[in-house]
């Protein structure tokens, strides 16, 4: 079974800057389709960004500027590289990777982890 693990969400004064991380571990083959998601109280799900195994990026129309996203294939992991945070970003960040495993290929999520901006 694979797993994902997110890690260093938290707090950040309007303008500032953070940068998450979520590794891939257990037993898998590969990993193709990276992704974060986000979900602010009281609305949906929402996609933040996505990433190839290639590195072909695609992100929301209205992040795209201020997030990045990235990946260590090396490493199963994906990064994501938040700048110039607004108090509407936040929401708990949802990391998610299509993995392909001896029995099955599908979507794995991560716990979450809470990023709070204040203004």
């Known amino acids: 079974q694979a797993q994902l693990v997110e890690s260093g969400g938290g707090l950040v004064q309007a303008g500032g800057s953070l940068s998450l991380s979520c590794a891939a571990s257990?037993?898998?083959?590969?990993?193709?389709?990276m992704a974060w998601h986000r979900q602010a109280p009281g609305k949906q799900r929402e996609l933040v960004a996505h990433?190839?195994?290639?590195?072909?990026?695609n992100y929301a129309d209205s992040l795209q500027g201020r997030f990045t996203i990235s990946r260590d294939n090396a490493k199963n992991t994906v990064y994501l590289q938040m700048n110039s945070l607004k108090p509407d970003d936040t929401a708990v960040y949802y990391c998610?990777?299509?993995?392909?495993?001896?029995?099955?290929?599908?979507?794995?999520w991560g716990q979450g982890t809470q990023v709070t901006v204040s203004s």
């Open positions: 998610a990777a299509v993995i392909r495993t001896t029995t099955t290929v599908r979507a794995y």
């Open positions: 257990g037993s898998f083959i590969s990993i193709s389709l």
């Open positions: 990433i190839t195994s290639d590195g072909i990026t």
